[in-house]
């Protein structure tokens, strides 16, 4: 049972020493998307050409998500993030939002990533509830995960 | 553009009043899963058996997320939560995230138990990083709100 | 001594007893500015015209900091906000900051709409700091404050 | 466009990458005044003789404001501060709070000098609202930034 | 199993439903001791005499733990404190921390109470860190705890 | 009165510099004890037999303190924490809360280890406080405190 992060042979959880890898540059690419109906879709982008605040709100959300992620989620190391970029896109049958973290630690992004993605994918929920009554946030993944050594 | 909640005429973003509304009971529940890797569901059930934390740690997750909820979406109105209940299933693919989220307030906690939900899902993809390289998020979605007026 | 507000006549800080004051409809309205370099306030109306995000990243951050008041003044209530509206304009010397905050609660929300203000200025600051050296906050003050009686 | 801190050439907001920078010493210094009635600087100046708490709490409002500052601040880093000083003067007119702030990291510490002078007013502020109904925050700037290598 | 708070009778942590009970007047107070060398004692002391800041910036600390207790105990409802008063107060073997906390609620108040005295102290220890190496803290205890109906 | 970890000759309080120290690893042991009734240890217990929350709760929330420790003690700098561990295990008079904290840093982590310690219990507290009127958390101190030179 110790395979998993955070939990120890017993099964009991703690967070793990990560205390002696070295520090690296660490990114993290994430994303996820919220189903939306034809209506809401064209509200956005109606929104979106009139300089509206809609995607841009869920952006900014899912940057201080990112910021909170290990307030959030209990085992989660705190990071100093070096840069977080969340972009919304609208597409066919919704919005698709997609992260990317960065920092320079002994531990990854990936959460912080995830996070970050989840919660732009919520405010625009947030955002959408009083026009759609059938939202729904799907295939919240990690893209991509690097590690490279600091120079 | 103005039926977007949280959104006036020119399509900028404001917290919307809701100090004329009357307080009533509010309740929400909502539902999400990750989709997990027959190995990583075994090793769950294993840890589940051995009175291991992994679920617990998820759920006491997202109901802290639920009090939170205001803090993480940016047009959230804070709000006094009486209730919140957050119960993690093993299912054949994954793992299930229900919750119930109940407050006396002018306005509803859909977001709150979508919170919950989406945060206990992430929690259970940091415990299971280490052994399963290909989860996802899938169907964060509203079940039932209901209001019901004071006694 | 005894005339300031949270303070007793020892000259010591304590959070006053709001308990006994009567639920009411509580606003206030604050303002402030932030004076730029002619070159600062050109390009950010260009990123304006552009629907760029300028203002409205800053909008969002004083709409987050009236719901965090009492987290960041030692003795502010925690307050229920119903309504916190924060509107950036761009004026011949720089930009000015404009709050509107209500709640139904037993103490008044200036604290709130000067925070609002406050970081809202604070984070045009944060964004326009690589292109001038000169910038000022000037003139946080409340604007109106007023109480109804519940309906 | 691109020239804004954040801001990227389509004027979308983002947190800039600080990861290729090499850690250094920063130090950023600000100030800003309250502009208060002769007679609540009376109080204060008594209060302060009477070993009063109100110049202390506001100090201690700065102090950990400093800290909150990438949480505040939608695209601010966040940093690990090695000290934080506040330092609340009654002068002629009202209060200057004078922040000094430090950090070995990738990116300044202005934006937490700044916000730290700021909550440490507005906490004044909130003291003294009961006896002054014409206070003002007046001239919030950077006094002095500077960058030094590690040794 | 039931009997617990939060704990239903599978033994599963949930934060009660609290919902039904009608507003009252909540009030709790709590206190709690840290146990100093005399040398320390007779530093806070001589400190106090100087108008030095030790016991106010415990007492913030207090006042500010008392507003976050429902953010570091998972099952804790949010409430929205009407007054925090923490005083500190030096004995001959240490300090004593007293907190009295009310709200107008449907639950009561005493793991504000006590979070306020247990947070109060460990700023002592904090403080007194560098010149007392056998610092302990005891007796948190609630000394009192009412409820009253609204009028 | 300059021996006080964070008080200046002043008796005025700051935030330390400590910028100049190398970073090293730093680890730090705490413990505190919750006393309880016979029939609150033997429902703890029956509880913890069935694979109940009661101590996995408590051993989550202190683990979160840890990280929030910044937060809450307000001249205590936010540090990157490695690893966080905390256990609690049930004796014949109550329940005690073992922790141990490191971090790579350059001031050390009693205080978050201490912090630890302290909210663990306090969640115990929450727990049983509607079937134990008698609690008294008692005892919390530092066990151990290194730092090692980093390779």
Chains 1, 2, 3, 4, 5, 6 share one sequence.
Do not use: W
Request: hydrophobic fraction near 40%; charged fraction near 30%; glycine fraction near 6%.
């Amino acid at each position: 049972m110790g395979k998993f992060s955070h939990i120890d042979k017993e099964g009991k959880a703690n967070m793990v020493d990560v205390g002696h890898k070295p520090p690296q540059v660490r990114e993290a690419k994430a994303s996820g998307k919220i189903l939306l109906e034809q209506e809401t879709i064209r509200l956005i982008k109606e929104n979106d050409l009139k300089k509206g605040d809609v995607l841009t709100v869920a952006e900014i959300a899912g940057i201080q998500a990112a910021k909170k992620t290990s307030d959030l989620i209990p085992l989660c190391h705190s990071l100093q993030i070096t840069k977080a970029e969340v972009k919304c896109t609208v597409v066919d049958d919704g919005v698709i939002a997609s992260t990317r973290v960065k920092c320079i630690g002994q531990t990854g992004v990936e959460m912080e990533a995830l996070t970050a993605a989840s919660v732009a994918l919520l405010t625009i929920y947030d955002m959408c509830k009083a026009v759609d009554k059938n939202m729904k946030i799907e295939g919240i993944t990690l893209l991509d995960k690097t590690k490279t050594d600091l120079k």
